[in-house]
């Protein structure tokens, strides 16, 4: 069985149009993330959050009166998983566990012929949640330059630029998604440690794509030595097309297995790849390939400048 | 096939290695099913029967994270504000007025509260001995002083939750220093919130408690053990049969005990120690110390002994006053074996550590021995006085939180209230009774930080979204690669299997922890595993359609796939290593299980089918399909 046969689709003549298409997607993403955000995990945000599950489905707005009796008006509360299922998260600090002992006991007096079991209860301190922001994007930052760093010594620099600029648009996009797509409640989507894996996970996932496509162009260029450098990464993209499509589709398979199927917990983080494998396909062809194309022309016309300008005779004085 | 016969060598020896790694997790598996069928007594005597297995395959298994299993995950961290609010002395508006700064400033900021103190004061003009030390010492002697403070009152915390937890009975707790003033608990399975709280936070009892009479504790031990063996509580036992001669150590009378008893070594002794437990159900448990009546019980038979000596039946036959604590640690006795020490001492302490005002591990300079010296306020030295004169050459046991560190023998009455604690084995236990002594009073209250909590029910209900998730995922993608690749997906799929035998494999032979990410590591992996099978079959079709044979595409499509397999494998480990370093718990689960399922796809994806591949090509050319 076979899908895609012997190809020869002109991807590199058509970046310019694709360039467009990338930067419409992030700048929608950007605007998204500018005004909604993606809301913040516990982890992150600090507070407390307490997630009970209800014998008997109850309405959020009953919930809500109940915790603004004990001044907790402003928290977050969603369902969660089934409808008995309710998610309360504040970000409101006390001493200890105060805030999740009054959440569970005011539930449990308020909702006498309800039975109410607690799933699920996290305090974290604010000074925990300030310090994971930090470590978190100096870990995104990390990978992307170790991500620089690999590429740009395994292959050549431009290499490396080219897919560390394709990552930080896969990266861009799925947040921009992210942030657009965290008002659908199934998804769970929030910014926690569990989305900062998916972020990392998709950084190691997505250069996969890419390191196959430079591969194939760095064996080619031993090949065909003559061959015009657009003509020939078309030429490597087209030969590696059904094993990138392959390979990112049965990875694409797992995790929408993992975001219907699975719990919970991991369905933001499946969500989030699930766009970033999609994303890192298409960038490793029209970002990561298109950037080198580009680079690399720039730097041959340069060249012939620079031999032009060397082969003009010196004029007589 | 002859080339290749080291490599076959190697992957038999990797896959039994697998298998005997995934064993115990297999049994363990097992034995929770039998004991949920059983119920008290017959589960008692069940684990009893096969404390050994059960101990050792539930150590050797795969560990299930707290969001898996449940339970409590507690970071506390010492209240450096309060602490230099309770050891601040001559306090005033002005520190009061700093010390709110500070605790404002400390909430939020990374810098440690002493730092912040200092330069508050400095920015003041203010000397920090106003308020700390004494006036002859420097600001940076006093801050640094208080810092050790800080750190002392973790170490101490440390203790008394170590002890705590032990007594309260979780299953496998983990519990550790994190930085300078840190404490990291985990308690799996733990369900009632509130105690766990109790435990960790309320301030540590430390008492001092006389020890009982030789003849009343061994004539208590008796009853209770005629008691068991169905006779009348009257009935005497020739105590010489139980009670064992004191011999001048205590690591001695064990190695007499056991030999005599031949309890674990020798298997002929069995029937006879068999008896022997009939006849006395308890002192077959505990073997008693004739002339200080200190009890012996071998580390496994622990529980046992607590099970017994919490039957209401059994707790009648011991007096009001009277009361049974254990030693803190097990120490090994000639014969390997770890033991405990059970003391029967006076219920009413005789005096509490709450008069203790310092205590020092240190070295004895005429023997170069390690000590404790203790010393005691003028309160508290009365009593001392009264208490040593009294009880001279009797054991006097130091108990923090009712288990017994220490049981030093008074030797003189004790005048002015500094002691001397002699008779240490080493100075580390010196350290650990200094620490100990200084539990009573705590400067520095500890507060919970971080509490994450999982109730069981949520933890089973992941494991069941994740395996069903996991299955599905293999179906889909192994009946891809069959119907795509044909036959050579059916060696993919083999390679998958023996891939995720592999990680989980190395799951427990690390005594790592599988966590709820961690399955969605192993679910992702097995969508990137075949990755590798496919960037080599598309190869071998490329080979194959340019006209080689068979066997030479197999090898090209190999060897030329190999440079890009390995780059992106790397990358996405590299990605690996530094998630690890990032994340807590359950998500360095998941950087865990992606890292060694790259490890084990580059062996089982690309090692193990290319081996397979040789074989086939060699004998049965006719199965190899590409698709």
Redesign the interface.
């Known amino acids: 069985?076979?899908f895609i046969g012997k190809t020869n689709i002109k991807f590199i003549e058509k970046r310019k149009f694709w360039y467009a298409i990338s930067a419409i997607v992030i700048l929608a993403g950007l605007i998204s993330l500018i005004f909604r955000g993606i809301p913040l995990g516990i982890d992150f945000l600090g507070g407390t959050e307490v997630?009970v599950?209800f014998e008997k489905p109850v309405s959020i707005g009953e919930v809500r009166n109940a915790m603004a009796q004990i001044g907790l008006a402003k928290s977050e509360i969603k369902t969660y998983g089934s409808r008995n299922e309710i998610l309360i998260r504040t970000s409101e600090q006390a001493?200890?566990?105060k805030i999740?002992?009054m959440i569970s006991s005011t539930l449990i007096s308020k909702f006498k012929d309800n039975k109410v079991?607690?799933?699920?209860?996290?305090?974290?301190?604010?000074?925990?949640g300030?310090?994971l922001r930090k470590?978190?994007l100096y870990?995104v930052i990390?990978?992307l330059i170790?991500?620089l760093v690999?590429?740009g010594l395994?292959f050549k620099p431009i290499y490396g630029l080219g897919a560390v600029v394709a990552l930080f648009h896969d990266v861009l996009v799925t947040l921009g998604f992210c942030s657009i797509f965290s008002a659908v409640p199934y998804l769970n989507i929030e910014m926690n440690?569990?989305l900062?894996?998916a972020l990392?996970?998709l950084?190691?996932?997505s250069?996969?794509?890419t390191?196959?496509v430079f591969?194939?162009i760095r064996?080619n260029l031993k090949l065909h030595k003559a061959m015009d450098f657009i003509a020939l990464v078309n030429k490597s993209i087209n030969?590696?097309l059904?094993?990138t499509i392959?390979?990112s589709g049965?990875?694409?398979?797992?995790?929408i297995?993992?975001l219907v199927?699975?719990?919970e917990?991991?369905r933001g983080?499946?969500f989030a790849?699930i766009i970033g494998m999609i994303t890192g396909t298409y960038s490793s062809i029209y970002v990561a390939s298109s950037i080198v194309v580009d680079f690399t022309l720039a730097r041959q016309r340069k060249a012939e400048k620079e031999k032009l300008l060397k082969k003009q005779p010196i004029p007589a004085k | 096939m002859k080339k290749n016969r080291w490599k076959i060598i190697l992957i038999i020896i990797s896959i039994a290695g697998a298998l005997w790694y995934l064993y115990p997790t297999y049994k363990d598996i097992q034995y929770q099913k039998k004991l949920s069928e059983l119920k008290g007594e017959d589960s008692l005597k069940f684990v009893q029967q096969n404390i050994d297995d059960i101990q050792k395959v539930k150590q050797k298994r795969i560990k299930l994270g707290l969001?898996l299993q449940g339970g409590m995950y507690v970071?506390l961290?010492v209240d450096v504000v309060k602490m230099l609010d309770n050891l601040a002395k001559n306090k005033d508006e002005t520190f009061r007025q700093i010390l709110a700064e500070v605790k404002k400033e400390a909430?939020?900021?990374?810098e440690p509260a002493t730092s912040i103190l200092l330069r508050k004061f400095q920015e003041k003009g203010i000397r920090l001995s106003r308020y700390y030390g004494d006036i002859r010492q420097s600001d940076a002697e006093i801050i640094s002083e208080l810092e050790k403070q800080a750190e002392d009152a973790v170490d101490r915390a440390l203790e008394v939750i170590r002890n705590r937890v032990d007594k309260y009975g979780v299953a496998e707790p983990s519990i550790h220093k994190q930085g300078a003033n840190r404490i990291i608990v985990e308690l799996p399975g733990v369900k009632n919130?509130?105690e766990v709280?109790q435990l960790l936070?309320s301030t540590a009892v430390l008492e001092f408690k006389l020890l009982k009479p030789v003849d009343v504790t061994i004539k208590v031990m008796q009853s209770i053990d005629n008691y068991l063996a169905g006779k009348g509580i009257s009935d005497t036992t020739d105590t010489s049969q139980v009670a064992l001669k004191s011999d001048t150590t205590k690591k001695d009378t064990i190695k007499t005990i056991a030999s005599e008893l031949g309890v674990d070594t020798a298997t002929a002794g069995l029937d006879e120690f068999e008896k022997f437990k009939k006849e006395h159900p308890f002192f077959a448990y505990v073997r008693v110390d004739e002339q200080t009546g200190i009890g012996f019980v071998n580390a496994r038979d622990r529980r046992i002994v607590e099970y017994i000596l919490s039957r209401p039946d059994v707790k009648n036959l011991i007096p009001p006053d009277f009361e049974f604590v254990w030693s803190a640690k097990p120490f090994t006795a000639q014969d390997g074996n770890q033991y405990y020490n059970l003391l029967a001492v006076k219920k009413d302490p005789e005096i509490t550590g709450k008069v203790i005002t310092e205590a020092r591990a240190t070295i004895d300079p005429e023997n170069n021995l390690p000590i404790v010296i203790m010393r005691m306020n003028s309160e508290g030295a009365r009593e001392w006085a009264r208490i040593t004169g009294a009880n001279i050459n009797r054991h006097i046991a130091i108990i923090l939180d009712g288990t017994a560190y220490s049981w030093p023998v008074v030797r003189t009455k004790i005048i002015g209230g500094s002691s001397q604690i002699e008779g240490l084995d080493s100075p580390e236990e010196a350290r650990l009774l200094e620490i100990v002594l200084k539990a009573g009073a705590l400067p520095a209250p500890l507060?919970?930080?971080?509490?994450?909590?999982?109730?069981p029910?949520?933890g089973e209900?992941?494991i069941q979204?994740?395996l069903?998730?996991a299955l599905?995922?293999f179906a889909?993608?192994t009946l891809?690669m069959i119907?795509?690749?044909?036959t050579s997906g059916i060696v993919a799929n083999l390679a998958l299997i023996l891939n995720i035998g592999f990680i989980l494999a190395v799951l427990a032979g690390f005594n790592a922890t599988l966590t709820?990410?961690g399955?969605?590591g192993i679910?992702?992996t097995?969508?990137?595993a075949?990755?590798a099978n496919?960037?080599i079959y598309?190869?071998i079709r490329?080979e194959l359609s340019v006209g080689r044979t068979l066997r030479s595409a197999i090898d090209e499509g190999y060897s030329?796939a190999f440079?890009?397999i390995f780059?992106?494998n790397?990358?996405?480990?590299?990605?690996?290593l530094?998630?690890y370093?990032?994340?807590?718990g359950?998500?360095q689960g998941?950087?865990l299980t992606?890292m060694i399922g790259i490890l084990a796809n580059l062996f089982s994806a690309i090692f193990i089918t290319k081996v397979l591949y040789d074989i086939l090509a060699e004998k049965y050319q006719a199965v190899i399909k590409f698709?």
Not at chain 2, 570 to 576: D, E, M, R, V
Not at chain 2, 581 to 584: C, D, L, Q, R, S
């Open positions: 069985m076979r997630i599950r001493e200890g566990t999740s002992e079991e607690i799933l699920n209860e996290e305090k974290v301190g604010p000074r925990i300030a310090e470590k978190a870990t990390l990978s170790v991500m690999y590429i395994r440690q569990t900062l894996a990392l996970t950084v190691g996932l250069v996969n794509d390191v196959v591969d194939r064996e030969e590696t059904s094993r392959i390979t049965t990875t694409i398979m797992v995790l297995v993992l199927v699975g719990s917990v991991t983080f499946a790849l | 969001d970071a961290e909430l939020v900021s990374e919130r509130e709280r936070q507060e919970i930080i971080e509490e994450r909590t999982v109730g029910s949520l209900d992941s979204k994740g069903n998730a599905l995922a889909l993608i891809f119907v795509y690749y044909s709820l990410p399955i969605a679910i992702l097995i969508g990137v075949v990755d496919v960037l598309e190869r490329e030329k440079s890009a780059d992106s790397i990358t996405t480990f590299l990605t690996g530094i998630l370093n990032f994340g807590a359950p998500i998941f950087a992606i698709g």
